[in-house]
């Protein structure tokens, strides 16, 4: 492993313990929720290596508890994680020149805080450097996360309600995200996506399935490419 | 489980589309639309936990984590540092909730 590479797997680890800290109470509260339900303690700590994607892993457990069937929950999942669709989009000029098999498994990591952070990482001034510190970034990234929320779900599930109030975290999250996205923001277009985005979401947000976040999106990039396609003429500097 | 390993595949494949074959690759003309991807989902994710932090819109709940996020993204701006950014926004919103209690606001 060339130096520059081992310093990317570093950061890559470093970094994603810093998003797992701010994934405790969510991590611990999902889990503690789905103890709640009529479902097994097994199959909710499962959701984390089947799925990676933690409201998703709630509310299949929550529509799976109240006796839903394989259809429901199938699509309450695919209708939540829909949004990664985009981040596959977003991420596949990136990922090019990696391997097929490095692709798939690129695939099965990519949550919102992975997402985040190799896009922070690829679209900055200068680049993310050679392949090997791409993927070793990526996959560093990918699999302290992984195994970070896998031992927060499970802990959550196992204490169930013994886990005790105590200093408020909700804003840890949102504010992670805003942060990883301040850099991605790099003119008129990028601003106008994430303000749309933002505020679609806020006002769509009490839609079933979590679908108010998809509507803020799909709002933002709309919003976003309409700006894009007036400012055509000028020369893109991104 | 099988319900699970089912909503497990269905993610994987959203995630992995584009990313599986070169030929499977987003439309031409979206392309250059790509890099707005990442402002606009990024945005639905954290505006709505910013306006609304534990899902409550109201001006004590709201005003507390709107300006510790304000600063900590201008802290970030100063630093480039993420970790930075998170400790500054979030001391500010606990300095305020301290505050309102204080003052019997909360």
Same mark, same amino acid.
């Given at each position: &492993?060339?130096?520059?590479?081992?310093?990317?797997?570093? +950061?890559?680890?470093?970094?994603?313990?810093?998003?797992?800290?701010?994934?405790?109470?969510? =991590?611990?509260?999902?889990?503690?929720? &789905? %103890?709640?339900?009529?479902?097994?303690?097994?199959?909710?700590?499962?959701?984390?290596?089947?799925?990676?994607?933690?409201?998703?892993?709630?509310?299949?457990?929550?529509? #799976? *508890?109240?006796?839903?069937?394989?259809?429901?929950?199938?699509?309450?999942?695919?209708?939540?994680? %829909?949004?990664?669709?985009?981040?596959? %989009?977003?991420?596949?000029?990136?990922?090019?020149?990696?391997?097929?098999?490095?692709? &798939?498994? +690129?695939?099965?990591?990519?949550?919102?805080?992975?997402? +985040?952070?190799?896009?922070?990482?690829?679209?900055?001034?200068?680049? %993310?450097?050679?392949?090997?510190?791409?993927?070793?970034?990526?996959?560093?990234? =990918?699999?302290?996360?992984?195994?970070?929320?896998?031992?927060?779900?499970?802990?959550?599930?196992?204490?169930?309600?013994?886990?005790?109030?105590?200093?408020?975290?909700?804003?840890?999250?949102?504010?992670?995200?805003?942060?990883?996205?301040?850099?991605?923001?790099?003119?008129?277009?990028? #601003?106008?996506?994430?303000?749309?985005? *933002?505020?679609? +979401?806020?006002?769509?947000?009490?839609?079933?399935?979590?679908?108010?976040?998809?509507?803020?999106?799909?709002?933002?990039?709309?919003? *976003?490419?309409?700006?894009?396609?007036?400012?055509?003429?000028?020369?893109?500097?991104? | 489980?099988?319900? /699970?390993?089912?909503?497990?595949?269905?993610?994987?494949?959203?995630?992995?589309?584009?990313?599986?074959?070169?030929?499977?690759?987003?439309?031409?003309?979206?392309?250059?639309?790509?890099?707005?991807?990442?402002?606009?989902?990024?945005?639905?994710?954290?505006?709505?936990?910013? /306006?609304?932090?534990?899902?409550?819109?109201?001006?004590?709940?709201?005003?507390?984590?709107?300006?510790?996020?304000?600063?900590?993204?201008?802290?970030?701006?100063?630093?480039?540092?993420?970790?930075?950014?998170?400790?500054?926004?979030?001391?500010?919103?606990?300095?305020?909730?301290?505050?309102?209690?204080? /003052?019997?606001?909360?």
């Amino acid at each position: &492993m060339t130096p520059e590479t081992r310093s990317a797997v570093s +950061a890559g680890i470093r970094e994603s313990l810093l998003i797992v800290l701010g994934y405790i109470p969510f =991590g611990l509260a999902a889990g503690a929720a &789905m %103890a709640q339900t009529s479902v097994s303690p097994v199959l909710s700590i499962l959701t984390s290596p089947i799925l990676f994607a933690g409201a998703s892993q709630l509310v299949a457990i929550q529509v #799976l *508890g109240s006796g839903a069937g394989l259809a429901l929950v199938v699509f309450s999942v695919a209708i939540i994680n %829909a949004r990664h669709l985009l981040y596959s %989009a977003s991420l596949a000029p990136h990922l090019a020149d990696w391997s097929r098999g490095q692709r &798939m498994g +690129a695939a099965f990591f990519l949550s919102d805080p992975v997402y +985040a952070l190799a896009i922070s990482r690829f679209e900055r001034e200068g680049g %993310a450097g050679s392949r090997a510190a791409q993927i070793g970034y990526y996959f560093a990234v =990918g699999l302290t996360g992984f195994v970070g929320w896998g031992a927060l779900v499970t802990v959550g599930v196992l204490l169930g309600g013994f886990i005790p109030v105590w200093v408020p975290l909700e804003l840890a999250i949102p504010l992670t995200f805003l942060l990883l996205l301040l850099p991605l923001i790099k003119d008129r277009a990028g #601003l106008v996506a994430a303000s749309v985005g *933002g505020l679609g +979401a806020f006002l769509a947000h009490g839609l079933p399935f979590g679908a108010g976040l998809m509507v803020g999106a799909v709002a933002g990039l709309i919003a *976003g490419g309409i700006v894009l396609a007036r400012t055509s003429e000028e020369p893109a500097d991104a | 489980m099988l319900e /699970l390993l089912l909503s497990g595949l269905v993610t994987y494949l959203e995630r992995a589309v584009f990313l599986i074959s070169k030929r499977v690759r987003p439309p031409k003309r979206v392309l250059r639309y790509l890099p707005l991807v990442g402002p606009a989902v990024l945005g639905a994710i954290a505006v709505p936990g910013i /306006l609304a932090p534990a899902g409550v819109f109201s001006l004590i709940e709201t005003v507390p984590a709107v300006i510790g996020s304000v600063l900590g993204a201008l802290a970030w701006r100063f630093t480039k540092q993420v970790v930075i950014g998170l400790l500054v926004g979030l001391g500010v919103w606990w300095g305020l909730i301290f505050a309102l209690v204080q /003052l019997g606001l909360r």
